[in-house]
């Protein structure tokens, strides 16, 4: 883990080189500060696509760029950032109630996530305003 900002940090996965080619790998309970219940992956991504566009009332989750690149916009309601992800070894660990977009992905990208739960709707914000009041309502 190199790297923290709020409620998202970087994590750091090995990587094993040799001439046949570079090999990464991720251990639950390791590399993974939670419980892996569900992997989802993204592909066939027109480069013009914007996805996310959510925030999750529980759900953590960490993303990778296995293949190509995109940027991940983070915004925890007080502070907007942005990140690149375009190396396979490095993930994006995003906690609960951050909202996030994803935009710029490049020809032929792969994403890749690692969550904490399974699928449920019902864990969503669709909606920036009521994310953000289900924020204020939190701290008060
Ligand atoms: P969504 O989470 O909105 O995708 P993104 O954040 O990448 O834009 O999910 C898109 C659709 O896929 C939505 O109808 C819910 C469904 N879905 C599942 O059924 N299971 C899953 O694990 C995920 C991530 C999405």
């Not at 989750?61 to 940027?71: D, I, N």
């Not at 906690?95 to 699928?119: I, N």
Request: charged share 30%.
């Amino acid at each position: 883990m190199t790297q923290r900002n709020g409620f998202v940090r970087e994590i750091q996965l090995p990587q094993i080189h040799d001439p046949r080619g570079d090999l990464t790998f991720v251990e639950g309970g390791n590399h993974i500060p939670f419980q892996i219940a569900r992997v989802y992956y993204l592909y066939n991504v027109p480069v013009d696509s914007e996805r996310g566009g959510h925030a999750h009332r529980e759900l953590e989750q960490v993303v990778f760029a296995l293949s190509g690149s995109f940027r991940m916009k983070i915004d925890d309601g007080t502070t907007k950032s942005e990140y690149w992800l375009r190396d396979p070894r490095k993930g994006l660990c995003i906690s609960k109630m951050v909202w996030r977009e994803m935009d710029a992905f490049s020809q032929g990208a792969v994403c890749m996530v690692l969550a904490s739960h399974r699928y449920d709707e019902a864990d969503y914000f669709r909606n920036y305003d009521d994310f953000l009041k289900a924020l204020e309502s939190e701290t008060k």
